[in-house]
Nanobody
């Protein structure tokens, strides 16, 4: 299983980013996919998940209305569209799936929101 995130960067408050996670080594279309984030000095937080049918779920209040998760099964890719970014969104963002009885993680992509 391999998960490779991309799309992070340094942006100003109010701007947008789209993260991508390309998956391989398992049946992507049969897997629930998740995005987590970890801010400096804090634990890892679930940001969003998407079912195998493409239904988003579990947005925390802090990102509701601003973040949108989606998937493209033909490209084995899950996306996280992040709008109206705030400094408190600064974190490393990780792609995750549960497969073969264990969690799998990508290497993470850094998102920094600062003026």
């Amino acid at each position: 299983v391999q998960l490779v995130e991309s799309g992070g960067g340094l942006v100003q408050p109010g701007e947008s980013l789209r993260l991508s996670c390309v998956a391989s080594g398992f049946t992507f279309s049969n897997s629930i996919m998740r995005w987590y984030r970890q801010a400096p000095g804090k634990g890892r937080e679930l940001v969003s998940m998407i079912t195998i049918l493409g239904e988003p779920a579990n947005y925390p209040h802090s990102v509701k209305g601003r973040f949108t998760i989606s998937r493209d099964n033909a490209k084995n890719t899950v996306y996280l569209q992040m709008n109206s970014l705030k400094p408190e969104d600064t974190a490393v963002y990780y792609c995750n799936t549960w497969w073969d009885s264990r969690d799998h993680w990508g290497q993470g992509t850094q998102v920094t929101v600062s003026s």
